[in-house]
């Protein structure tokens, strides 16, 4: 006589395709709030380099009583302008203050920061929405 198994061991093709479907929705979930948080991890470097560009101009101000461009105070990014997301430039700067501007492409669209002598710090182009 033959023993008749019973007890077989393995998953049904439903039970797969609910895990399938889980995984799914938990990846629909998780990969937009990862997109946004690496956009903003990228924006660090913009406020970064626009508070170093502030401390540069009060130095530079504090032995000519006024501010200047970027290549005349010596500022740049270690490994030249390629190292960057962002390039920067200066709007303004006169002897009353300056304005210096951080520009990138983040997500397909333009995210832009300013910089004042006074040390506000404005996001005017938002590309993590």
């Given at each position: 006589?033959?023993?008749?198994?019973t007890?077989?061991?393995?998953?049904?093709?439903?039970?797969?395709?609910?895990?399938?479907?889980?995984?799914?929705?938990?990846?629909?979930?998780?990969?937009?709030?990862?997109?946004?948080?690496?956009?903003?991890?990228?924006?660090?470097?913009?406020?970064?380099?626009?508070?170093d560009?502030?401390?540069?101009?009060?130095?530079?101000?504090?032995?000519?009583?006024?501010?200047?461009?970027l290549?005349?105070?010596?500022?740049?990014?270690?490994?030249?302008?390629?190292?960057?997301r962002?390039?920067?430039?200066?709007t303004?700067?006169?002897?009353?203050?300056?304005?210096?501007q951080?520009?990138?492409?983040?997500?397909?669209?333009?995210?832009?920061?300013?910089?004042?002598?006074?040390?506000?710090?404005?996001?005017?182009?938002?590309a993590?929405?």
């Amino acid at each position: 006589m033959k023993k008749v198994l019973t007890n077989k061991k393995g998953f049904t093709l439903i039970e797969l395709m609910i895990v399938v479907a889980i995984i799914g929705i938990l990846a629909a979930i998780a990969i937009p709030n990862f997109l946004a948080y690496q956009c903003k991890a990228k924006q660090s470097e913009a406020k970064s380099s626009l508070g170093d560009i502030r401390k540069t101009q009060e130095a530079y101000y504090a032995e000519n009583d006024a501010y200047a461009a970027l290549g005349t105070v010596g500022w740049g990014l270690k490994g030249g302008a390629a190292a960057g997301r962002y390039t920067y430039t200066m709007t303004t700067a006169n002897s009353t203050g300056f304005t210096a501007q951080a520009s990138a492409t983040l997500s397909t669209q333009l995210d832009q920061w300013t910089m004042n002598s006074s040390g506000t710090l404005t996001h005017v182009t938002n590309a993590c929405n």
